[in-house]
């Protein structure tokens, strides 16, 4: 992986068999069983404190999976029986598993830090392995695996799977506000056409559920490697993995089926997941909403941008970031950088592409521009109108 101790502050890659000595490990104790040598898929599963639920994970996790697959458990930070129970029903099973209940160090562990290691302890173990991502409070549905297997063997890279809530859990759920949800939901489902309107990806025609969520999704054997392992970040590592796995040329594929069942509990475990999504929107008169969103303006630069930067030549590229107002340093440190590192340097360093998380009552002030934005685009298209040209050429 490209991700190296030392580089941006990122921490060394995790081993199973030497956790011990990893410097944001404060202790750790693990239990493997099985060859995980042949394992044609591995399973990675971070928990921490799921104690009510990570039996029903694992039992229906079991009954999709194939002989000789394996599963990677990370317990952390957990002051409940999590360990134990995983404990109890990975060594019943006549399959590779690898259990590790640890501790971090000081305030350095995290929900993304824990599927990091997971990912990598398993790749580490199986690496011709495809890798498969779980949460600890969430249900695979029938065909699961093969699902995952079927999109693998179309050439897929990373696959981004389906998720719903647990029927029984979503019915508990305090009610919402009706019309915050609607506009919600209209404004990314236009931001999303949009974005496929300008920058067509034929490997996700529309419509798509557009999104990846750490609960499901799944790597290709290699894949993780050539993304540059999960990203280091405090949260949203899938979007992360899912905006550099593009930026790579990686093939991605949004799917409904494989498909599972999260819980939509208030009290959730990881830092800007989805829990704290849903207890925002419940509890706070003008929440902050999904990170993803922005003003349509916004939105229809950075999608250019993206196209423009893939399909130019260097001296293009360099009229793009001029374009994008990078600092004529940051500029100059990527010349000679590939397409896809360039639009990832470029959508950190512009201020003009610099997000800033929205309020729902933001929100549904740029809601009516944003669908304006989807109608001009899908009028273009009906005219046979070309609306995929770079922003540049536009202006």
Known sequence: MRETAGRDNLPPRFHPDRLGDHPLVAQASTLRGGDFGRAPVAVAIPAMNEAERIGRTLEALDGELQPGDAVVVVVNNSQD?????????????????????????GASGSAPLARRLALECAAALSPQAHLLSLDADTLVRPLWRASYEALFAQGFDLVCGGIGFVPEEAALLPEGDPEAERVLREARAASREAEALIDPDPDNPWPHHGNIGGANFGLRAGALERAGGLPHVPSAEDRELLRRARAHGLRVRFAGDPCVWTSPRLGGRARGGLSDELARSRREEDPLVDEALEPAEQLELRIRSRRACRLADAEGRAALLRELELPPGDAEALQGASPGETWLAAEDASPRLRRRRLRRSELARHHPDLVALRDRLRQAAREGRDETLPHAART
């Open 81 to 105: 029986r999590s360990a134990d129970l995983a404990r109890r029903h990975l060594a019943t099973r006549r399959r590779p598993f690898l259990l590790i209940d640890l501790a971090w160090r």
